[in-house]
């Protein structure tokens, strides 16, 4: 099974930034939409951010907004995602995956339309 490989994930104080990436290997998933979720334990799966294959569309979770940007390098098949000011309620693990179908405005923030999801990297904010 094809998937994607988180990695950047740490320990990191209130205020601080931190940067995670999400590699494809070869040309898996290479021209598609990819996101970033977070998952802490016992809760469902929560969108953080989205960004299209050319860059032109991104979004955003509203908890996020301001504080994290989410980029990409086509040339490394690799998404980003730059956290900054970080808070302990953002220690969770994230995870990404490619969006895979539906009309990416209707449906950036479900789930059900990505594959590929990675194991996920542990991202913990001390306070």
């Known amino acids: 099974q094809v998937q994607l490989v988180e990695s950047g994930g740490g320990l990191v104080q209130a205020g601080g930034s931190l940067r995670v990436s999400c590699a494809a290997s070869?040309?898996?998933?290479?021209?598609?939409?990819k996101g970033w979720f977070r998952q802490a334990p016992g809760k469902e799966r929560e969108f953080v951010a989205l960004?299209?294959?050319?860059?032109?569309?991104?979004y955003y979770a509203d908890s996020v907004k301001g504080r994290f940007t989410i980029s990409r390098d086509n040339a490394k098949n690799t998404v980003y995602l730059q956290m900054n000011s970080l808070r302990p309620e953002d220690t969770v693990v994230y995870y990404c995956a490619a969006h895979l179908g539906g009309v990416l405005v209707r449906t950036y923030s479900n789930g059900t339309y990505y594959r590929g999801w990675g194991q996920g990297t542990q991202v913990t904010v001390s306070s």
């Open positions: 960004i299209s294959w050319s860059g032109g569309s991104i």
């Open positions: 070869g040309r898996t998933f290479s021209r598609t939409a």
